[in-house]
């Protein structure tokens, strides 16, 4: 199924930069674009969207708040943060506000690609330069799960190889190609590592890994 991105960047060169990355994509319907939060709400009203790429400074309106209107109107929306920060309370309000996922502004435009489908296909993932801010959060914020446990979760070999795999942000698909797996083996295995760990997503199951020491 074919998606519809909005790309939210007020550096016009950045801004082109990114739809250039997503133009001729195969999954990507239509490529919106604003250079304000302003301007993407209204773009959101108007036209169906999937995934937003959403900077976080932006003039006005800024990327964290935008984030909120943007979940608060439609939960089913995924909103990627793309950032140049990593500063702790600008990661922590982004994921609060309902962000899916946040990446570098460093991060490989190839790599951006399979992170926004995966997204889409819903997906949590942030970037490991900011796993520390995220897994100290975890054990310190009432807005995380803040369970420490010595459980044995019994997942096998395969299932931590790909437990470490999602630590460290790779999608998916990134996985089956790394392990020479179809992706809906991967997809599988995912499933019941999130049914071991007894959480709902991706992001939650790779800050449990990475709190109790899974991998």
Known sequence: MKINILIVEDHELTRFGLKTTFEGVDYVENI??????EKALEIFNEHPVDVVVMDLGLPGMNGIDATKKLRDSNKDVKVIILTSHNDE???LNSLKAGANAYC?????????????QSVADGA??????????????STSSRGFDTETSSKDYDLTSREKQILKLMTEGYSNMEIAQLLVISINTTKAHVASILQKLEVDDRLQAALKALKNNIV
Do not use: G, T
Request: hydrophobic fraction near 50%; charge should be negative; charged fraction near 25%.
């Open 104 to 116: 570098s502004k460093e991060i490989n435009p190839q790599r951006l690609v399979a992170v926004v």
């Open 89 to 91: 309370k600008e990661v």
């Open 124 to 137: 949590a993932w942030f970037d490991p330069s900011i796993a520390h801010i995220v897994l100290k959060a």
């Open 32 to 37: 919106y674009e604003a250079d304000s939060a």
